[in-house]
């Protein structure tokens, strides 16, 4: 972990596949999430890197409370990475990016486990969001539920 960076890992009692599929499905976010702020998405599941995803939010904080967030797939290497970069749309409808990346690792440690690794990564916010959001927006914790959230839903089918 770094200053800008958090990161966890947790071995989950399932295939890399099964592990993979829950990650590339945003329907299936919301039950990851370990802040509690996803709402929902009617996405199809992510098939390559580029495209965008997205997600119903809500947090108190928030000027809105509900808001919508656009994430761009950055990273697609089925099954053993997935990343995005959460934005939004823009009044000119070009999409801006935040600065923040989520990424998570998959590591078959043999046919019925996987090692997954989390990371959370805000070193490319700019300054001027950095102004109104402090970073990181949540403590280590939740990214630890996450992945027990994950393990979860990956063990149940």
Avoid at 63 to 73: F, G, Q, R
């Amino acid at each position: 972990m770094t200053s800008e960076t958090l990161c966890v890992s947790r071995t989950i009692e399932a295939a890399r596949d099964a592990v993979f599929g829950v990650l590339a499905d945003p329907a299936r976010h919301p039950d990851i999430d370990g802040t509690g702020w996803l709402r929902g998405s009617t996405d199809q599941p992510i098939t390559e890197a580029g495209k965008v995803f997205g997600m119903a939010m809500y947090h108190d904080n928030h000027p809105d409370k509900h808001y919508e967030m656009a994430n761009l797939v950055t990273v697609f290497d089925a099954p053993a990475t997935i990343a995005w970069e959460p934005g939004q749309y823009g009044p000119d409808g070009e999409l801006g990016r935040g600065g923040w990346v989520w990424r998570y690792d998959l590591r078959p440690v043999d046919e019925s486990r996987t090692e997954v690794t989390l990371t959370y990564d805000w070193s490319a916010v700019p300054p001027s969001l950095r102004e109104h959001i402090p970073f990181p927006p949540f403590p280590i914790d939740h990214l630890e539920q996450s992945l027990a959230n994950l393990a979860r839903l990956a063990t149940s089918g």
